[in-house]
């Protein structure tokens, strides 16, 4: 197992993600405790020694399950993070009773690693109030006391939302943890986090590698090509490799969901295997293909001068994007709509086209709002 070094403490650089343990019957709250140990007792034989778990995931179980796996371990064996659950409002006033649950519910005296969770459009407000809410003392506190090693942060906002967060917070933050691969890069702009994390020294931990899977699943013209410039590298594989070529990287989180998916992560880990120049280029061009209909909004803002309604589109036009490639199930752009009044919505567009006349990309912008709009309500 290759390995990351941090603080002058060492983990492995394959991270066990908790969010999608194996469950029963479908039941994502029901977490299949026998197959999740031994899940964990294989890891750990095999080197993974870092394990990220939420207040949230599998409907509050996963830190429950997670501590009990690890419990039979000593403690200075492993690394376990768990985060503020911040994605939820009602929240952000209970800092002090949930961290205190969390170590409760883990069996553990002291987190190595707690972040601010989710940090988006809908909570940096709220993130932000420390007088009102308090979080981030009570945090930096807890961090004093020793009970959280090491502070930092996962984002899935905007690159506005995540600037805002480091000039308010970043003089304190340890680490970053980032939805980060070769189809994000552009369509979740993270190649400008990624930037924006190295100039104020601090590494970057990796989540959705994989993006939920779908990276580990591609076209046949797409497995073709990759398996002419590596015929031995399986099609996961490829999006290890383009984390392992990027500067300022930590851990890279993969929430396994069997022992098969374990195996192989374990086996790809065993090496760094960098991409070259071709290998990088044609990886982001595979990228451009499954983005193809993607809307290039180059955020020039003419649209937004000529709108009746005074829509910021070109963070609809993202955010469309976005929910367009991942579908239904994504939660990204609902979670950002969740913060707009109803008149800043997608389904406030007239259609009257006034923005279409002023889009140096001759956009077809009123059609994309009212498709948007269909989706969010399906």
Request: proline fraction near 4%; aromatic fraction near 12%; include cysteine.
């Amino acid at each position: 197992m290759t390995t990351k070094t941090f603080c002058g403490e060492t983990f492995s650089a394959l991270g066990f993600g908790a969010m999608r343990l194996p469950v029963i019957d479908g039941d994502n709250g029901r977490i299949d405790t026998a197959a999740a140990e031994a899940m964990v007792d294989y890891a750990m034989d095999h080197g993974i020694t870092y394990y990220d778990t939420a207040w949230g995931y599998h409907g509050g179980q996963s830190e429950i399950v997670m501590g009990k796996a690890l419990a039979k371990y000593p403690r200075d064996s492993f690394f376990l993070a768990s985060k503020f659950p911040g994605y939820d409002l009602a929240n952000m006033p209970k800092v002090r009773e949930i961290f205190e649950r969390q170590l409760e519910k883990c069996g553990v005296d002291y987190f190595d690693f707690y972040l601010f969770h989710n940090v988006c459009e809908m909570n940096i407000d709220a993130y932000l109030d420390d007088a009102k809410y308090g979080i981030y003392s009570y945090l930096m506190e807890q961090k004093k006391n020793g009970r959280i090693r090491h502070l930092g942060f996962s984002i899935h906002g905007s690159y506005d939302v995540f600037r805002r967060f480091l000039n308010a917070y970043g003089k304190d933050m340890e680490f970053c943890q980032v939805q980060m691969n070769y189809v994000d890069w552009t369509l979740q702009d993270a190649q400008a986090k990624l930037k924006l994390l190295e100039s104020m020294h601090i590494p970057m931990w990796v989540m959705e590698p994989l993006r939920g899977g779908r990276l580990a699943r591609l076209s046949e013209q797409d497995t073709a090509t990759l398996r002419d410039l590596r015929p031995d590298e399986s099609i996961p594989a490829w999006a290890f490799r383009f984390i392992q070529t990027l500067p300022n990287t930590g851990v890279t989180l993969s929430g396994m969901s069997d022992m098969d998916q374990l195996r192989e992560n374990i086996a790809i880990f065993e090496t760094e295997r960098p991409l070259n120049d071709t290998e990088y280029d044609t990886l982001l061009s595979i990228a451009d293909g499954m983005l193809d209909g993607a809307l290039s909004c180059t955020s020039c803002h003419y649209c937004v001068s000529h709108c009746p309604q005074q829509l910021d589109i070109p963070m609809l036009l993202n955010l469309y994007n976005e929910h367009t490639f991942t579908g239904r199930d994504g939660f990204i752009a609902p979670m950002a709509l969740a913060s707009l009044p109803p008149e800043k919505q997608p389904s406030a567009c007239v259609g009257c086209g006034s923005c279409e006349q002023v889009c140096p990309q001759q956009l077809k912008i009123a059609g994309a709002m009212a498709d948007f709009a269909k989706m969010l309500k399906n």
